[in-house]
């Protein structure tokens, strides 16, 4: 039998192409956080409770609640004496103390560029600074670190809040931001705020994370041809929404941002010849492959990768987990030496 005649295939057109970004996807701090949880299910058994969503990815989140994670809103939702995961976007003081007057046992999965922020808005407030937080009203990252110097830390949220500033002191102002933001917005806020405070003191080094910078100039490399930028990402996943921004800002005629192909309209293909494709950094590799499968079925190539950074970065688990494991291990030999 003629396998090309028993088996249709949509043709592809010679212009056609389809540029991936790399890096993209899952960071150290997410894949460090996502690890967390399945370890500590393994480990205690299910319920593992967690406040807030580990990261922002509706499909992370519906799998680990398939193994037994309960994802809660507030420690009030936890039973007093389980175990319970900080997400990756860190907590305030407030909420470890929360968590110790209700007897809860606690991880930590904070991603650690986080709380080097923390760290420094800790240092920064012991010196009696008044510190421009720069980021977004209500995300879950914000609201920890302004928690670590509620007295000091006021948000910036863009250069349009800059002529609202009050401060104590014109000398002493610093700034700190968001991680997940775009670098190019944040460098604009910070310029306008230098403007009004030429003493604006910077943090020993920069807030946004590596991986969140890596994603930007990638897409950036990949999007000034592009008809179309498909970012996958959920909605309220910050560096997503933002990816899909920089691509516009970079020249690319058309871009969104989906959860997983399902969300992808046909119609945006219309006209189409070249598509780029990234994902933000709690992306699960799968979901870019969904989607690259979804372009191929409709006649586009296979995806040639555009290499803009390497990425080797991996974070240890939270030590209080470590711990426990290796307790556990350690029980394990015992066993079977006895």
Partial sequence: MDTDLAMPRVLEDADRAVLLAAPRGYCAGVDRAVITV????????APVYVRKQIVHNKHVVANLESRGAVFVEELDEVPAGETVVFSAHGVSPAVH?????RDLKTIDATCPLVTKVHHEAKRFAADDYDILLIGHE????????AGEAPD???????????PNIV?????KVSWLSQTTLSVDETMATVNAIRERFPLLLDPPSDDICYATQ???????????EADLVIVVGSANSSNSVRLAEVALEAGAKAAYRVDDASEIDVAWLTGVDKVSVTSGASVPEELVDGVLSFLAERGYPDARAVHTAEESLIFA???ELRKDIRAAELAAKAAQGS
Avoid: C, F, W
């Fill in 167 to 171: 401060v104590r002191d014109p000398a």
């Fill in 97 to 101: 103390a929360e968590a110790a007057e």
């Fill in 38 to 45: 399945e370890k500590a299910l393994d480990l205690y058994g």
């Fill in 138 to 145: 209500g995300h879950e990252e914000v609201e920890g670190t």
């Fill in 152 to 162: 000091h830390i006021q948000l910036v949220q863009s250069p349009e809040d800059v």
């Fill in 214 to 224: 890596n994603r930007q100039l990638a897409v950036k490399e990949i999007s000034p």
């Fill in 317 to 319: 688990l939270p030590p």
